[in-house]
């Protein structure tokens, strides 16, 4: 289940056990074929996948794009 999707009474009924994933991924270049939130895009979209498989038992936060690219 996605976070940023629940109620606030929804989420009070979370239980406490309730695993959450944070998808994390860079703000690069990739070249020019690809866009530069492709990592973040790959972590959200396979955050999703997992929670999926899980029945929806995860809780899916929103994802967090981050960027430390020194080597470009």
């Known amino acids: 289940m996605q976070w940023s999707k629940l109620s606030s009474s929804q989420f009070a009924k979370l239980a406490r056990e309730t695993v959450c994933v944070l998808p994390i991924g860079a703000t690069e270049?990739?070249?020019s074929h690809l866009p530069v939130a492709t990592d973040f895009l790959i972590a959200t979209a396979l955050a999703e996948r997992v929670d999926n498989a899980c029945r929806e038992q995860l809780l899916v936060m929103p994802g967090l794009a981050i960027?430390?690219?020194a080597h470009h």
Do not use: D, E, K
């Open 29 to 31: 270049q990739h070249g």
């Open 67 to 69: 960027t430390c690219s």
